[in-house]
Each structure stands twice: as structure tokens, then as C-alpha cells.
């Protein structure tokens, strides 16, 4: 028989588990749903259980006394959401870390081991046995602080950061609720160590002069890697199936599908494998401009086996693809020092090229995300920042003080998208182009811009703007840096 008190209801549970003594009574203990806590939610059964039950009368009611205080004192939440939150909170970073990796659709494969490989080397073994919901800004300090300053901890600063940010940002109920309030990556200054190679950007001329001392089976590599911003592994993993050229109606393109990269083998054996794109914007069709139209037809025709999974670009001797390290030892590098300025050019600073010369002749920050195919387009602006010269960064900064305040004032309008690519002709003087994108879009595009600065510019940048302006571009900046972004604007007008 149910025994009824004043708040709530506890009743006998039959006896049927065995792991129990039978002198043992379990009981049933609940009491009626708060009338005023469904207007927040509204799917909340009509009774509040004590989770398990209970073993003796006591504990029943001591549960129901504590659930009255909370009723009483305005602090009740739902049961169940209790438990799930104590569930998050007991949640580890090892655990979440991993689910955030593997879970993550954009990323290829190459990229997951990468990030894999960075969690164990560099994030576990410190915050790796801590609950997510327990990391701290101290925590992120002392642990960056005790790393190597090398690129390996930046890099693993920044998978840190995306990770705390998922944390912090990605609901978990309809409620909205995160599983942590705010990332705990806001380190004042988390700089690259100087880069050992500085991009080298060619001109059309140096271009060519470059493919003359190459067979002119493999010419046609540099100008994709410089005409279209092209990854090297994306370029020797080409194959006759995605290369569609049109002669009269429509457009030629390009589909990029795979990426040659480095893989282990069972025995640990480093080994070029036909794999996925490095990420999943890294797959799409891209325009193959008419001027480079002729050598794609050459390149079928002449060096080109006729199966659809025939290799673009292959070996001297068969059919298979080119190693991305064989193309550099063997016929990039020997033509480059024959070159006056690419003594130092890089395969993927052509890609890096696309990217300085599609930014400096005014195209919008997402236009340029696309056409490289970033997945998001504050690495394309840090690709720019990592790449130019301070010079023409500082003289971005101030243009993109005035974009800025243009594109703010103005009303969003819907237009026509634009080309994938330009015509080889114009690769070094393309010329902005209004309807490449919405006013949103590149407020967006300048946004993410304005992050990839340097603290100075970034700070002249936001003084040129309006009151509303500036709180729109400080509230666009990642957790890491917009604070103290905020400190540093702050200090400069006191």
C-alpha cells in the first residue's frame, strides 16, 4: 500500500531482484511535477521519480524533503536533467576529444590521424584524466607554458581551442544547454615560430619558364597548383573520370575527389595511398579556365591511358600516379633553381599565391575560401596573413578598415554567384568584381580578416569603425583572442 505524506508518495517496490536480501524493501518514491515548471518545459512527465528508488522508508523521505527545499526555494530543475548533467559533468577530456575528432564530418582522414596524433603526443597526457567541465584558463596556461615553443604546440593549442569551442558552443538538448559556459582558451598570445620558409609568388612568366625545364608530361602540375590553388597531392591523384571538358555548351571542370597522402601500414611503414581530400569542402568541381583548356585536352590525349581511373599525370615508365616527394626531388626542384626568383618556390606556394592575388585585387574573403576550397574562411585569412609580407598586410589592414565600414552601412542584396576561377590571363591582375557575393557574406569574410591581424592593426582597424560596427566585429572573434582584443582596444583610448 502506497504511504501518501504531505509533499509525496512513496510506494512498496515488488521484490523480484535477487541481488536483494528478502528482508530488503525497495520503494517506489515520487511526487507530483511542479504546475509552474512547465512553462519552461513543457514535455516533463507529471511526476518527479527518485532515480533506483530507495531501500528504506528514510531515504524515501529524506528525498522527497530535499526535492520540497528546492521546490520551495525557486533552485528545482527537472529530475532527469540533473542526472544528465551530472552525467556531463562527469564527461573526460579523452573522451570528448576523441568523439570530437572522430565525429567530425569536415575532416579527411590524413586530417583525423593528424589530430589524433597531436592529442596524444600533446593534449593528453595533460588534460586527458581531467572532466572537461573542471579545465580552466590556469589549466591551458601551465600546460601551454610547459610545451616547446614549436609549431607542434600551436597547432595543438588551436585543436584545443576548436574543441572547447564545440564544448561551449553545441547544444546538447532542445534546451540549448553546452556542456561548458565558455572555452577556457583565451591565451593573450599564441604566435607561430618564425616560418623557415617565406612564400615565394611567381609571376606568369616565371611560371613558364618553370614548366620549360620540365617534361612537358608534368608541366601542366604547376600551372593547376598555380592557376587554381590546387594542393599537390589533390594534383597527382587526378584521374581521366575527373576531368570534364565541354566543347561548345557549359563549362570544363575539374573533380576533385581524392588526395594522395601519407599513410602507416600494418607494420608502421610510412606509404603514399590514394586516400580522401583533406577535408570535406576540399571536395567539389572546380572551373578549368579556357586558357588552361588546350593543355588539359594535350595532357588526355597525349599522356593519358583511356580507363576513367587512368592517372592524369603518371610515372615514366606505367601508369601509376607520381609520388608528391618523387615530383619535388626529381623534377620541381632541379627546374626551380634553373628560375631567377623561384630558387625557393615551393609546389604549394603556388596554392598560397592563388590566395595573395585573388585577396590584393580586391575579391571578398569567402570568395577566395571557396575557390581554395578552405572550409572555413579564417584559414584562408590566416593562410594570407602567414603568407604576405608585413608591408602589404598593414596596407590590407587599412583597406579593410574601409570595406568595413562600407559593408556595414549597407543593405544585403542578393546576386549572382561567381565564376570558380578566373582565366589564367588575368591570375595576376583579376579585378574586383561586385556581384562575387551578398554584403553579408563579405561582412563575414572581413570579419574573419580582421582576426587573422596582428593586435596593432586589428586595434586601428576597430577605431575607424562606429560604435555598432566595432561591437559586430568584436563579438565575430574567436574566444581566443576577443577578450583580450577587448582589453587592448580599451587601453588604447584611455
Known amino acids: 500500500m502506497a504511504r501518501k505524506s504531505s509533499f509525496g508518495q512513496i510506494k512498496p517496490r515488488s521484490n523480484r531482484n535477487k541481488k536483494h536480501k528478502p528482508s530488503e524493501r525497495h520503494y517506489d518514491v515520487s511526487y507530483p511535477t511542479p504546475i509552474e515548471a512547465f512553462t519552461k518545459w513543457q514535455h516533463l512527465p507529471k511526476r518527479q521519480y527518485k532515480p533506483h528508488g530507495a531501500i528504506t522508508k528514510q531515504e524515501a523521505q529524506d528525498w522527497l524533503n530535499s526535492e520540497e527545499k528546492l521546490v520551495r526555494s525557486g533552485q528545482w530543475t527537472p529530475v532527469r536533467e540533473r542526472k544528465v548533467r551530472r552525467e556531463r559533468n562527469s564527461v573526460l577530456f579523452s573522451e570528448y576529444a576523441a568523439r570530437f575528432v572522430e565525429g567530425n564530418e569536415r575532416l579527411g582522414k590524413s586530417t583525423k590521424n593528424k589530430y589524433f596524433e597531436l592529442l596524444n603526443n600533446h593534449l593528453l597526457p595533460f588534460f586527458g584524466g581531467i572532466q572537461v567541465k573542471a579545465i580552466t584558463y590556469i589549466n591551458v596556461k601551465n600546460w601551454f607554458d610547459g610545451e616547446p615553443d614549436n609549431t607542434a604546440r600551436v597547432n595543438a593549442y588551436k585543436l584545443l581551442s576548436e574543441i572547447m569551442s564545440a564544448a ?32 615565394v609568388v611567381p609571376t606568369v612568366e616565371q611560371i613558364k619558364e618553370l614548366v620549360s625545364y620540365m617534361p612537358e608530361r608534368l608541366g601542366l602540375i604547376e600551372w593547376v597548383a598555380f592557376g587554381l590553388g590546387f594542393r599537390i597531392g589533390e594534383i597527382l591523384a587526378l584521374q581521366r573520370r575527373d576531368i570534364e571538358l565541354n566543347d561548345e555548351v557549359g563549362e570544363s571542370v575539374i573533380h576533385v575527389r581524392h588526395s594522395l597522402k601519407d599513410e602507416k601500414d600494418e607494420r608502421g611503414k610510412t606509404v603514399v595511398v590514394m586516400g580522401s581530400t583533406k577535408t570535406k569542402s576540399s571536395e567539389a568541381s572546380v572551373i578549368i579556365p579556357e586558357s588552361l583548356k588546350p593543355l588539359f585536352e594535350k595532357q588526355l590525349k597525349e599522356y593519358t591511358g583511356k580507363e576513367a581511373d587512368a592517372f592524369i599525370f603518371t610515372t615514366e615508365n606505367n601508369n601509376n600516379f607520381i609520388r608528391p616527394s618523387n615530383f619535388r626531388c626529381r623534377y620541381h626542384n632541379p627546374a626551380r633553381k634553373q ?29 577566395v575560401a571557396k575557390q581554395v576550397r578552405h572550409s572555413d574562411a579564417r584559414t584562408t585569412a590566416r593562410f594570407y596573413a602567414d603568407s604576405t609580407t608585413r608591408g602589404a598586410l598593414e596596407k590590407a589592414s587599412e583597406k579593410i578598415s574601409e570595406q568595413l565600414r562600407e559593408g556595414l552601412n549597407s543593405e544585403p542584396t542578393k546576386t549572382a554567384s561567381s565564376k570558380s576561377v578566373e582565366n589564367m590571363e588575368s591570375v595576376e591582375s583579376t579585378k ?16 574573419a580578416f580582421l582576426a587573422s591581424m596582428e593586435m596593432s ?27 583580450e582584443t577587448k582589453d587592448a582596444f580599451i587601453n588604447s583610448i584611455e
Open 168 to 199: 561551449a558552443n553545441d547544444a546538447l538538448d532542445d534546451e540549448g544547454n553546452t556542456l561548458i559556459d565558455k572555452s577556457p582558451c583565451r591565451l593573450k598570445s599564441v604566435a607561430r615560430p618564425k616560418k623557415r620558409h617565406e612564400t
Open 339 to 367: 628560375v631567377a626568383g623561384l630558387e625557393e618556390y615551393w609546389p604549394h606556394d603556388g596554392r598560397h599565391a592563388r590566395v595573395i592575388t585573388m585577396l590584393e585585387s580586391g575579391e571578398s574573403l569567402n570568395v
Open 432 to 447: 574586383p568584381n561586385s556581384n562575387n557575393s551578398n554584403d553579408n557574406e563579405a561582412a563575414n569574410g572581413l570579419y
Open 457 to 483: 592593426a586589428r586595434i586601428q582597424a576597430l577605431r575607424g569603425m562606429s560604435k555598432e560596427q566595432r561591437k559586430q566585429a568584436l563579438e565575430s572573434l574567436p574566444d581566443g583572442i576577443k577578450e
